[in-house]
């Protein structure tokens, strides 16, 4: 069987892949958007019709993220990556998909409210309606810093959490079904709850947040108190490349080892004679209690942010496995 680590770095490559389609889409799809009627408050229909064109487009792609996610979790059972289980259909995969199509809808409404704001400030200082149309068509083609480059980074990060959720609940489901026979929706979202969940790093430029998190297992309730990725939570925020998989599947012989020092550099494969200085405590177990977690995460981050050395180890540490 393949290396775990690569079986989780495949899916990063595909989630990537996936990412930058629905960039193209969205841009795709705004060019052909009538702006005046997008701006207009009180064309409701049309901002309704928009986001839900979007939302087609993203939702699309949220399907094939849930099942690359299942497949990975079938690669790392060892077996084929085929599942009776469909795609774009899950208890955890529903949530994800109702919160990201919710953000969709809220900033296509946003941008129109900045369209309106625009097009009526532009007039208001004398410039015709012809010319602030004008203005704000060049300002889409360019993806520019008036009105839609907020716009477009507000869809990539959209994309960039919605994508690595669906495959985490594809991971997650999948793997719960397999062990505990789960079937229905309700069973799979309580053997979900109850299973260790082992918090994979992807160390491909990890923030000081999520490192000392590598290897960490707890049930899926304790992550959602703790932070589960791309929530907010960590400096990455919705840029998060970090895993939760299921203990029981990855397994605690198969998972990749935390990196430490060595005589040579870091296991992981840097340069050989790198030294690197461990942050005081990184590779220690956490606490039992959420508190006692919590004060060893904001010590680690303290000395993260008050020591350069410490600082370049995190950078060499999340760099190591990419």
């Known amino acids: 069987m393949a290396d775990p680590s690569e079986i989780l770095h495949d899916l990063i490559d595909q989630l990537e892949e996936l990412k930058a389609q629905g960039s193209e889409r969205a841009r795709d799809l705004f060019a052909r958007v009538d702006l005046l009627r997008l701006a207009d408050p009180r064309d409701v229909a049309y901002d309704r019709e928009i986001a839900t064109a979007l939302a087609n487009e993203i939702d699309a792609l949220l399907t094939e993220a849930h099942a690359a996610g299942i497949g990975t979790s079938?690669?790392?059972i060892g077996e084929a990556a085929t599942s009776a289980r469909a795609p774009g259909s899950?208890?955890?995969f529903e949530a994800e998909r109702s919160v990201v199509l919710g953000r969709v809808e809220q900033e296509v409404v946003a941008?129109?409210?900045?369209?309106d704001r625009f097009l009526s400030d532009a007039m208001a200082q004398g410039m015709s309606p012809e010319a602030a149309l004008g203005a704000l068509e060049a300002d889409l083609e360019a993806m520019g810093p008036r009105i839609f480059g907020d716009f477009g980074r507000a869809v990539d990060a959209t994309l960039d959490g919605g994508m690595g959720s669906s495959a985490q609940a594809g991971e997650i489901e999948e793997a719960v079904a397999e062990i505990e026979g789960a079937t229905t929706d309700a069973e799979i979202t309580e053997a979900a709850d109850r299973s260790l969940l082992i918090w994979v790093a992807a160390l491909l430029n990890t923030c000081p947040d999520?490192?000392?998190?590598?290897g960490q297992a707890r049930t899926m309730a304790e992550w959602r108190l703790d932070g589960l990725p791309r929530t907010g939570w960590s400096v990455c925020t919705v840029h998060c490349m970090c895993q939760l998989q299921a203990g029981e599947v990855l397994g605690r012989g198969e998972l990749m080892a935390p990196l430490r020092r060595t005589k040579n550099g870091l296991v992981a494969g840097t340069a050989r004679g790198l030294t690197v200085r461990v942050p005081t405590g990184l590779m220690r177990a956490e606490g039992a209690t959420l508190e006692t977690r919590r004060r060893r995460a904001a010590e680690l981050r303290a000395e993260h942010d008050r020591s350069i050395e410490a600082r370049r180890a995190y950078r060499a540490l999340g760099r190591a496995g990419g």
């Open 111 to 115: 941008l129109g409210d900045r369209l």
């Open 74 to 76: 079938r690669r790392l």
């Open 90 to 92: 899950g208890p955890l």
């Open 210 to 214: 999520c490192l000392p998190r590598h």
